[in-house]
């Protein structure tokens, strides 16, 4: 088959067909053509040799081996197949292609159309117009086009997505039925007739095309279509509104009407609170088959992701959280589930089954869950018992190693704890979990948010050694100790000052420590006496010197062994303007030194 333009300056265009007669051309578009094909090849493109009867009757050979039509939508540009539907027709083995006959016809929108003179119209095409303008005549009268009775018996009809949709138009002989909706419809119709059928195909709209995609399960493209085109969740016709076009026009539709912009849709502003309810059901309910559909096939990573997307209420959540988790497919669906409470909420046991289910396989990710899981989510207290029993158990502790890593569930643990206590209203537990773990800017923090340096006061050594190593004890010089305990000391100094936490229980708790905390010893006795606290807001600087000054007097005999070792210059300070060390105690630790100033 060949295409050409004889007009001047024009381009020729030449289409072949290999795999088939046409036995119906028409335009459907400026630039799609519409072509009724009579296959000559298989779908394994071998030949279809022709086979007729070896006694044919009244002369007419009859063929027992033809194929189904296709209508194919041909670029004329590019040459392109864009789109091709088989048509089940009867006992298309037997037909040719002379057999199958293709017309048009277009019918305008009702509102737009005039009355016409008759006449003119009707020498030319007989009465044609006035039949388009008033479809239902076509298929509601005794004139239809009629089938015989096997009609069909081939199959269902198969309407795959492309921009035609074809189906029968055939009705019983009984007058007075109503039209065929895609007779009806505004915009190019196309009529395939064989001595048995008569097939109706008219351009396929978004619903259209939603319609077959559900029939045919492709939920993914039509959760997808309805995403990108909401307007494709139409309300019923005993609802929809009497719809009018937003610029009213006074010209006649035509073919050219269709053909201007197939794109371009009216609207009507951006939708009713209804409309948009009803997408959000839609894309809801068909979600929900998407998910089902991949874990019926075994894609569950797949499905997770999808859930995360598609799955907008709790109860859907909640019935598939369950599904994932008794299918043992924790690890799928975890990520997925939903950071922000849901409204109506999704059921705090939910979250809590599957945090235990990673507190007890796997602790790395039990933490993750924690850090993005607003603790609103799931029961405080129910998460926190489980941990607590836990680590009471003796599974977990200090000693154990996982992936050569000692005591790394133990601490994510310990952690987790904390975290939980202070959501839970508990920050002084929260403190001794940071103590022990030695996390010293968490334990700060808890400290001076909210003035809790009376929760250590039975540890204060444990207090000291927040930001200092096993290490650092046993080799650090005096410089990197005093760096590394000077915000603990100051805090202890100002909770001095305020009588929370007493120098006597310091003191004593450090002496029963041994040489070991004798530097600490000392540098809480300069602070107190030097005044070095932390909190501004206590009084002027030189009554808390004087107060500082006061508190180390209780101390005498030590602060002189002390500031003897370790600071001669503030010894000499503290020899001048200090009368509560005994003397003699004094003079001795002066002469064992040498510290012959001091002595004088």
Same mark, same amino acid.
């Given at each position: #088959?060949?295409i050409?333009?004889?007009?001047a300056n024009?381009?020729?265009?030449r289409?072949?067909?290999?795999?088939?007669?046409?036995?119906?051309?028409?335009?459907?578009t400026?630039s799609?053509?519409?072509v009724?094909?009579?296959?000559?090849?298989d779908?394994?493109?071998?030949?279809?040799?022709p086979?007729t009867?070896?006694?044919?009757?009244? *002369?007419?050979h009859?063929r027992?081996n033809?194929l189904?039509p296709?209508?194919?939508?041909i670029d004329?540009v590019?040459?392109?197949e864009?789109?091709?539907?088989t048509?089940e027709? $009867?006992?298309?083995?037997s037909?040719?292609a002379?057999?199958?006959?293709?017309?048009?016809?277009f019918?305008?929108?009702v509102?737009?159309?005039?009355?016409?003179?008759?006449g003119?119209?009707?020498?030319i @095409?007989?009465?044609l117009?006035?039949v388009?303008?008033n479809?239902?005549?076509?298929?509601s =009268?005794g004139?239809?086009?009629?089938s015989?009775?096997n009609s069909?018996?081939? /199959?269902?009809t198969?309407?795959?997505? /492309? $921009?035609? =949709?074809?189906g029968k138009?055939s !009705?019983?002989?009984?007058? %007075?039925l109503e039209?065929h909706?895609?007779a009806t419809?505004?915009?190019?119709?196309?009529f395939?007739?064989?001595?048995y059928?008569? !097939?109706?195909?008219?351009?396929r709209?978004p619903?259209d095309?939603?319609?077959?995609?559900l029939?045919h399960?492709?939920y993914?493209?039509?959760?997808?279509?309805?995403?990108?085109h909401p307007?494709v969740i139409?309300?019923?016709?005993?609802q929809?509104?009497?719809?009018t076009p =937003?610029?009213?026009s006074?010209?006649?539709a035509?073919?050219?009407d269709f053909?201007?912009?197939d794109s371009?849709?009216?609207t009507?502003g951006? @939708?009713?609170?209804?409309?948009?309810?009803?997408?959000?059901?839609?894309?809801r309910?068909i979600?929900d088959l998407?998910v089902q559909q991949l874990? $019926?096939? /075994?894609?569950w990573?797949?499905?997770g992701?999808?859930a995360g997307r598609?799955?907008?209420?709790s109860?859907?959540?909640?019935?598939?959280?369950w599904?994932f988790?008794?299918?043992?497919?924790?690890?799928e669906?975890?990520?997925?589930?939903?950071?922000?409470?849901?409204q109506?909420?999704?059921?705090s046991?939910v979250?809590?089954?599957?945090?235990g289910?990673y507190?007890i396989n796997?602790r790395?990710?039990?933490?993750?869950?924690?850090?993005?899981?607003?603790?609103d989510?799931?029961?405080i207290?129910?998460?926190t018992?489980?941990?607590? %029993?836990?680590?009471?158990?003796?599974?977990?502790?200090?000693?154990?190693?996982?992936d050569d890593e &000692?005591?790394?569930?133990?601490?994510?643990?310990l952690?987790?704890l904390?975290?939980?206590?202070?959501?839970?209203?508990?920050?002084?537990?929260?403190?001794?979990?940071y103590v +022990?773990?030695?996390?010293?800017?968490a334990a700060?923090?808890?400290?001076?948010?909210y003035h809790?340096?009376?929760a !250590?006061?039975?540890?204060?050594?444990?207090?000291?050694?927040? +930001?200092?190593? +096993?290490? &650092?004890?046993?080799?650090?010089?005096?410089?990197?100790?005093?760096?590394? =305990?000077?915000?603990?000391?100051?805090l202890?100094?100002?909770?001095?000052y305020k009588?929370i936490v007493?120098?006597? !229980?310091?003191v004593?708790?450090?002496?029963?420590? *041994?040489?070991?905390?004798?530097?600490?010893?000392?540098?809480?006795?300069?602070?107190?006496?030097?005044?070095? %606290?932390?909190?501004?807001?206590?009084?002027?600087?030189g009554r808390i010197?004087?107060? *500082?000054k006061?508190?180390? *007097?209780?101390?005498g005999?030590?602060?002189?062994e002390l500031?003897?070792?370790?600071?001669?210059?503030l010894? #000499?300070?503290?020899l001048k $303007?200090?009368e509560?060390y005994?003397?003699g105690?004094?003079?001795s630790?002066c002469?064992t030194?040498q510290y012959?100033?001091?002595?004088?």
């Amino acid at each position: #088959m060949e295409i050409r333009r004889d007009h001047a300056n024009s381009v020729g265009h030449r289409l072949r067909f290999d795999d088939c007669i046409v036995s119906g051309l028409s335009l459907y578009t400026p630039s799609l053509l519409a072509v009724l094909a009579y296959r000559t090849r298989d779908d394994d493109n071998n030949p279809v040799v022709p086979a007729t009867q070896t006694t044919p009757r009244r *002369g007419i050979h009859h063929r027992q081996n033809g194929l189904p039509p296709e209508l194919r939508l041909i670029d004329v540009v590019t040459k392109d197949e864009v789109d091709v539907d088989t048509l089940e027709v $009867s006992r298309f083995e037997s037909l040719s292609a002379a057999d199958y006959h293709l017309s048009t016809l277009f019918v305008p929108p009702v509102q737009m159309t005039k009355p016409m003179r008759r006449g003119t119209l009707e020498a030319i @095409g007989g009465g044609l117009w006035d039949v388009g303008a008033n479809a239902t005549r076509i298929f509601s =009268s005794g004139a239809s086009i009629i089938s015989l009775p096997n009609s069909g018996d081939n /199959g269902k009809t198969s309407t795959p997505p /492309g $921009s035609v =949709s074809a189906g029968k138009a055939s !009705v019983p002989v009984k007058r %007075g039925l109503e039209a065929h909706p895609a007779a009806t419809s505004t915009g190019l119709k196309i009529f395939i007739q064989s001595p048995y059928d008569c !097939v109706l195909a008219a351009k396929r709209d978004p619903t259209d095309h939603l319609t077959w995609l559900l029939e045919h399960q492709k939920y993914e493209a039509a959760w997808e279509l309805i995403d990108k085109h909401p307007e494709v969740i139409t309300s019923t016709p005993e609802q929809q509104p009497d719809e009018t076009p =937003s610029t009213p026009s006074q010209r006649r539709a035509s073919l050219a009407d269709f053909f201007a912009d197939d794109s371009t849709t009216q609207t009507t502003g951006s @939708g009713s609170r209804a409309h948009n309810s009803a997408v959000e059901k839609e894309k809801r309910r068909i979600g929900d088959l998407w998910v089902q559909q991949l874990v $019926s096939i /075994g894609d569950w990573a797949a499905a997770g992701k999808v859930a995360g997307r598609v799955l907008g209420t709790s109860s859907r959540w909640e019935h598939w959280v369950w599904t994932f988790a008794q299918a043992g497919h924790f690890d799928e669906i975890t990520p997925h589930i939903p950071r922000k409470q849901l409204q109506p909420p999704l059921p705090s046991i939910v979250y809590e089954v599957v945090l235990g289910h990673y507190l007890i396989n796997d602790r790395v990710r039990f933490k993750e869950l924690l850090d993005q899981w607003d603790p609103d989510l799931f029961d405080i207290a129910s998460v926190t018992a489980a941990i607590e %029993g836990k680590l009471k158990s003796g599974d977990v502790g200090e000693e154990t190693v996982e992936d050569d890593e &000692q005591g790394r569930d133990w601490r994510i643990l310990l952690e987790a704890l904390a975290k939980l206590y202070v959501a839970d209203g508990r920050p002084k537990e929260a403190l001794r979990c940071y103590v +022990r773990l030695q996390n010293a800017d968490a334990a700060m923090a808890l400290i001076r948010d909210y003035h809790l340096v009376g929760a !250590v006061a039975d540890d204060i050594p444990g207090f000291l050694l927040l +930001r200092i190593s +096993r290490e &650092q004890m046993q080799s650090a010089p005096l410089a990197e100790l005093e760096e590394a =305990s000077s915000e603990a000391v100051h805090l202890l100094v100002d909770e001095a000052y305020k009588g929370i936490v007493r120098p006597q !229980v310091v003191v004593d708790q450090l002496q029963h420590k *041994g040489p070991s905390f004798q530097p600490f010893l000392f540098f809480y006795l300069r602070a107190l006496w030097r005044g070095e %606290g932390t909190d501004t807001g206590i009084g002027t600087v030189g009554r808390i010197a004087m107060e *500082g000054k006061s508190l180390v *007097g209780d101390f005498g005999d030590l602060a002189v062994e002390l500031f003897a070792e370790y600071d001669r210059p503030l010894l #000499m300070e503290f020899l001048k $303007s200090s009368e509560s060390y005994a003397l003699g105690h004094a003079s001795s630790i002066c002469e064992t030194r040498q510290y012959i100033p001091e002595l004088v």
